[in-house]
């Protein structure tokens, strides 16, 4: 098993739950964070008095899948998320040793579907 995160523009999101819905992806977990990178945040204006935005809002969509669904998962999101510009996101993904769901003591595969 493999956890899937990805950091997204929030204007993105949408589409990308749509698409992951389609080929059978219904776990995620959901988070509004905020992060700067190659971006470096941008200028804002209030009152007349221009102020610097450092830490951008970003949505991180967290799954843990099967092993073999990754690199379809990582296309989805390159190809729904992507605009060509820095501050698209990133993509992380991490080995997962096991997953228990609480209710029922269910663990790996059977936890995650």
């Known amino acids: 098993m493999k956890k899937v995160e990805a950091i997204v523009r929030p204007e993105t999101f949408r589409a990308l739950r749509e698409k992951l819905e389609e080929v059978g992806i219904n776990g995620l977990t959901v988070s509004e964070v905020a992060g700067c990178g190659q971006q470096k945040g941008q200028q804002g204006l209030f009152r007349g008095n221009t102020f610097e935005i450092k830490l951008l809002p970003k949505v991180k969509v967290e799954m843990v899948v099967e092993s073999e669904y990754v690199d379809e998962i990582v296309q989805i999101i390159q190809e729904v998320c992507s605009t060509n510009t820095v501050g698209d996101g990133k993509i992380f993904i991490y080995p ?12 790996g595969k059977l936890a995650i579907i």
């Open 96 to 107: 997962v040793e096991d997953a228990i769901r609480i209710r029922t003591g269910e663990s």
